[in-house]
């Protein structure tokens, strides 16, 4: 590569860098102006030519006339300049020479200060032709040359100034009415392109808002038929999705990190919760192998009962592992008030000193989902045991069953102290306990009710607690129900069915 080479490279990269750094609305109003530039000037060369080529067809059709006339001329005519008047011939606008076969000159009129640049033997042709002046002056004249009968040539010119004239004057007229067409086409198309371009400004401006943080912004909507009103739905509905697919993706993370957190803490809880029996059975396992314990009898109690106890947290482990793997569960028939009869009169006979009694409320249909009977059982007696173990002996409890537009719902109410909105908004969570020094001493793993929200969730239902302190608490949970065609049976039935699985109370 020599240097011309690099030049030529260097020219054109910089041709380049000057384009890329032109603005759009610069560029198209120079292409527009570049355009009607090179209008005008095709115009304006063809209307010259026109008028040029109309005018010299008069001249030359003039000139014509004329030297026909002045080849008739008779030889006595006065043949004086106009400088020096002769009354016999009139001004003439013609320059005319006659010159006879001897080449004497026997006719010159001329009234004007230039003088035609005509060959010595005052021949030009018989067509009109353009030439000069003698003495080298702008001034061009269109001459021709007329043979007589006698072989004398006549040649007539005539000045082409009034010619040029005129042409000067057709130019200055085109260049200044082209110019100001240029003016004001420029300025109005710089206003209609900038007015054009706006809405690009404006996806510029949204652009530069989403890049510094604003992911709700949108570009202003425009008239779907245009090509900014599409490109503005377009844009719209790409931000749209990257904010859901942000959204979505901090979502995973977000959840992810508390499934991690979860899953760690739930580790750290199950650790503790089987290293409480595990230590428990391996002192008695010491003593007795020690010979140290007197009551054999309650050290195996002992023993047995820690292993229970470490047996249900493994069952309760197990269950919840199946249900967060989303094993299939049966699906049967369930007829909750039938399910709820039965845990009340189970309760009861666990603790028949506490006031527990069913209740059904009024609602269309009858209160029968589509289910795994035996983890719906486990779910209302999880509930059930649950407000027994938390309440004082003296707090009553109530099972309520009914429904709700398309929902079945069981509700469990106890009248205990009840929990602040930090314990309810936390009962779900595995091994969380309100007071857990409270619920070790009654037996329970912490997991009762985180296996009741998976359950119910399993079941397409949701669970939920309503509570204050002071004020007991009450669990709600609703199941989607079967449609049936007895929606609008009779409340009598339901009445019945109440009475005869209600509990007596105790006082």
Not at 105 to 122: G, K, Q, S
Request: glycine share 8%.
């Amino acid at each position: 590569m020599n240097g011309a080479d690099l030049d030529n490279g260097g020219v054109a990269g910089g041709t380049k860098r000057l384009r890329r750094g032109i603005p759009l609305r610069v560029g198209l109003v120079a292409a527009t102006l570049l355009l009607v530039t090179c209008g005008l000037l095709a115009s304006g060369i063809a209307v010259t030519t026109i008028m040029h080529h109309s005018l010299m067809n008069r001249v030359d059709d003039t000139l014509l006339d004329a030297s026909r006339g002045w080849a008739q001329v008779p030889r006595r005519l006065p043949t004086a300049p106009v400088d020096d008047p002769n009354p016999a011939r009139p001004p003439s606008d013609f320059y005319v020479r006659g010159m006879d076969p001897d080449g004497h000159i026997w006719m010159a009129v001329n009234d004007r200060e230039a003088e035609p640049a005509l060959p010595a033997d005052n021949n030009v042709g018989p067509e009109p032709v353009t030439v000069g002046s003698f003495d080298h002056s702008d001034v061009q004249w269109r001459a021709m040359t007329v043979r007589g009968l006698r072989g004398e040539l006549t040649t007539v010119a005539i000045d082409l100034s009034d010619v040029k004239s005129t042409m000067r004057s057709l130019v200055y007229t085109q260049v200044g009415i082209g110019a100001a067409v240029l003016l004001v086409l420029g300025i109005a198309g710089y206003a209609v392109v900038h007015r054009s371009l706006r809405p690009l400004s404006e996806v510029e401006q949204t652009a530069a808002a989403i890049a510094a943080g604003q992911l709700d912004r949108r570009v202003p909507e425009r008239d779907p038929r245009t090509e900014v009103g599409r490109l503005s739905l377009a844009l719209n509905g790409m931000l749209a999705q990257i904010q859901r697919a942000m959204a979505s993706s901090e979502s995973s993370a977000e959840q992810a990190r508390s499934s991690e957190d979860r899953m760690r803490r739930f580790i750290t809880d199950a650790s503790h919760e089987l290293r409480t029996p595990l230590t428990t059975i391996r002192g008695f396992a010491e003593l007795y192998r020690q010979g140290a314990a007197r009551d054999v009898e309650m050290l195996m109690g002992r023993i047995e009962s820690e292993s229970r106890r470490m047996g249900l947290l493994v069952e309760d482990l197990l269950l919840l592992a199946r249900l967060d793997a989303q094993r299939p569960l049966e699906h049967h028939r369930v007829d909750l008030l039938a399910l709820a009869s039965d845990t009340v009169h189970d309760a009861q006979s666990i603790a028949p000193n506490r006031r527990i009694r069913m209740e059904v409320f009024d609602g269309p249909g009858t209160p029968e989902v589509l289910g795994d009977e035996a983890r719906l059982r486990q779910v209302l007696s999880n509930l059930v045991v649950n407000a027994l173990q938390h309440t004082p002996e003296t707090a009553g409890v109530t099972v309520r069953v009914g429904t709700e537009d398309s929902a079945a719902v069981i509700e469990v109410c106890d009248e205990g102290p009840g929990m602040t909105a930090e314990d309810a908004q936390r009962v779900f969570e595995r091994f969380y306990r309100a007071d857990s020094s409270r619920a070790r001493a009654s037996g329970g793993t912490g997991l009762g009710l985180s296996i009741v929200d998976s359950l119910v969730y399993a079941h397409g239902g949701r669970v939920s607690v309503s509570t204050a302190p002071g004020h007991g608490c009450r669990f709600r949970v609703n199941l989607p129900r079967i449609a049936d065609a007895t929606d609008e049976g009779s409340r009598e039935e339901q009445e019945a069915v109440s009475v005869s699985a209600a509990a007596p109370t105790h006082p």
